[in-house]
Structure formats: C-alpha cells, structure tokens
C-alpha cells in the first residue's frame, strides 16, 4: 500500500459525458501527479500539482483539467468524453515540487471506460 | 522531446533464468528511474541512477547506467513468479515534464 487513494476504482460511462476522478496524496506530499496508461501509448504525464499550484503540464488534453485543493487532494475532471479516453488513470504523490529527483508514490488508479 | 525506447516489449522466461532489459534515449539523461508495475497495481520505483557508469544493485536486480547517460539496462538474476511485471524507465526532463518508456512485459513462468 503507497497510501495514496484513487476513486472511483472502476468508471464506466457514455461518450460525451463528463467524469471526476479523486485522488488523496500520502500524509505530508505536497505534490501530486496524474497519469494516463493505454496499451498504445504507455504512460503519459498529464500535469503535476505542487501545494495547490499547477507546476508542471504535459500531454493533457483541453477537455481535462484538474486541480489541488487546500486539504492537498486532487481531482481530475474528464469532459467531452471519447472512445480513446479509455485508459487507466493514475495519482502519483511525492514529498515537495522535485520532479525526477524524488520518489513518487503512485495509486492504484482508476481504470476508466468510454462506451 | 525525448523519446525512451525499452526492449524487449515482452519477455517471458522460466524461473529460474536470468535476463536484461535495456532502456534507451534518443539524448542524454539527466537522470534515470527504473519502476516496476505489478497487474492492478501502481508503479513502484525500483531506484534511480544519477552518475554514467554507476552500477546499483537490489538484491537480484543490477541497475547500469551507461557512461554516456544515454543508456541504462536492468539485470535479474535467477528470476522468480514474483519479479513478473511491468518494467517501467523513466526520465525528468525539463520543465518537470516526465517522460516514461513503453515498457518491459515481463512475465516469470513457475
């Protein structure tokens, strides 16, 4: 147990919806991160959070955002959902804002799918 | 952006057996991770190498790390049902913009 939590475990919605996926860091990171895994495209940075500032993006697309709330919990909001969005959904957390430099602990994420 | 190339995809062998996985990049790292993902879990980070030629090792595992920094393989030796998983390398480069490999399926066979 990385004692980071994700919910939902399991999503399963229509295209075009909207969904929200939770994420609680460890007790004390101040950061936190979310991922995205498919089979084609392995696992993709979306976008870093560090105490409630986004500091890092990657390959988010315009329809997610997300963000960090003052208790350090992050939520990622999916919308104008499509087929490709299925994927499984990971929170990772690390102690400060270092990226590379320190350990991230990952969830065990949510597996999201688009019918 | 840096592109991390891993090989083999998929590698399934008999306990028993030893075997490499390498990691590869398109420039220089400034630092690299290995992870280690179990079916229905999270990722989990193995170990990081920082200098080109360190060599770190884990109990059965042998991290390298080439002198270029362009490079790093993973060595298990005597593999066991336990080491099955996804081997994950990773890289972050500027910006705090992780970069991950596709990965190493690697399946230990009783």
């Known amino acids: 147990d990385s004692g980071v939590t994700q919910t939902p475990k399991h999503l399963i919605t229509a295209t075009g919806q909207r969904v929200t996926l939770r994420c609680s860091p460890r007790?004390?990171?101040?950061?936190v991160y979310w991922y995205q895994q498919s089979l084609d495209q392995g696992l993709q940075f979306l976008i870093q959070y560090y105490n409630g500032e986004e500091r890092a993006k990657g390959n988010i697309l315009e329809r997610f955002s997300a963000q960090q709330f003052p208790d350090l919990h992050s939520e990622l909001n999916l919308s104008s959902l499509e087929l490709g969005d299925s994927a499984l959904y990971f929170c990772?957390?690390?102690?400060?804002?270092?990226?590379?430099?320190?350990?991230?602990?990952f969830g065990p994420g949510t597996r999201l799918l688009v019918l | 952006t840096q592109l991390l190339e891993q090989s083999p995809q998929f590698l399934s062998i008999q306990e028993g057996e030893n075997l490499t996985v390498y990691c590869n990049s398109s420039s220089v790292f400034s630092s690299l991770q290995w992870y280690r993902q179990e079916p229905g879990e999270g990722p989990v980070l193995l170990v990081t190498v920082v200098t080109g030629g360190e060599v770190k090792k884990l109990k059965r595992l042998t991290f390298q790390f080439g002198d270029a920094r362009k490079d790093s393989s993973l060595h298990i030796t005597a593999a066991q049902p336990g080491d099955t998983g996804l081997y994950l390398c990773?890289?972050?480069?500027?910006?705090?913009?992780?970069?991950f490999g596709k990965g190493t399926l690697l399946t230990v066979n009783p």
């Open positions: 990772a957390s690390s102690e400060g804002g270092q990226g590379l430099w320190e350990t991230q602990y």
């Open positions: 990773t890289e972050g480069g500027s910006n705090y913009k992780l970069t």
């Open positions: 007790s004390g990171d101040l950061s």
